[in-house]
């Protein structure tokens, strides 16, 4: 069976498990009384609404890649590297749903440490890391550091419906066509089964009858596949700043996290404590409804996604004109948003 016919099975699968499990584990949460409650000035919505949407994408994920595997061959290098993705993604998956159920959540010390242990099992014991990095002890810190910053950066940006879960879908997407030709066929399969999985959830968590947060069971699990799946394919084999690439794809959580971090440090605020200064909020201070802005975030999404795609295919000099490009646009962006006043 070719691969074409493989990458088909794993979306529809991927697709359809989490659209039947959406509904079943939004029942589940209010059978248990699993909600975000708008309880502090933080919570954007107004409304208590079902958590566990997380647990259907990452069913989802997980169900198909299963699938795959009873009707395929891999090679043993990739059958290792989906277990550790597996294993890392269920770790966070748990940390996430144990912060969700609790009252109050988990404090963030604690699942910093969870966090360490899940990068620690796939960056050391699998091997999963920046590999343009020689010195292999620098290269497992910083991919650890990138593991855990995109992790967090998925869940800073989940604060509006879509948007966290959307952003994850269209860079799931990128990755995938960038990986395309590459031998490491498990980022290929990691990448098109979170792309359905996402897609399967997003309708319920756009709706206004049947609506379900994914909760930090989601957005941890999700930015952990990604930023594995983001050292598992070479960028630079046309032109060095294709490393970059990744960090477009990813741009907008990204972008988010440092941004909001930044903004809070020169108030004198602590970074890790929640807050309504998030870009997304800022532009809804602006005037904009929260459809333009998911609209608007989904076309820079995927307007990334196309930079990137092109940097990683084409010679140097345009690529260093779309890298220029993109950081001025969001040096502009951001001093525009740095004026707007929030709570």
Known sequence: MNNEI???ITFITAFFTALILTPFFRHIARMFNIYDRPLTAVKTHKVSTPYLG???IWSGWVISLLLIRLITNFPTGTLNNLRSVIIGSSMLLLLGL????????????FKFLVQIIAC??????????????ENKTLSVIISIFWIIGLSNAFNLIDIMDGLSCGTAAIASFFFFIIALPSE??????????LLAACLGFLPFNLSKSKKIFMGDTGSLSIGFILATVAMGTSYTKINPI???????????????TIFVSIMRILKGKNPFLGSKDHFPLRLEKMGYSRKQILLFVYILSFI??????????????????????????????????SKVKVD
């Open 6 to 8: 493989l990458y088909l």
């Open 54 to 56: 997380g647990l259907a």
């Open 98 to 109: 144990c912060d969700d159920i609790k009252k109050g959540g988990l404090g963030f010390k």
């Open 120 to 133: 620690l099992i796939v960056v050391y014991f699998f091997d999963i890391r920046i590999n343009f990095i």
């Open 184 to 193: 490491m066929i498990y980022v290929n399969f990691c990448a098109v089964a």
């Open 242 to 256: 294709g490393i970059f690439a990744p960090l477009i794809i990813l741009a907008v959580p990204i972008y988010e």
């Open 304 to 337: 990334f996604g196309i930079f990137s795609y092109t940097i990683v295919k084409i010679d140097d000099n345009i690529s260093y004109l779309i890298f220029s490009f993109i950081i001025l646009l969001l040096v502009v962006f951001s001093v525009r948003l």
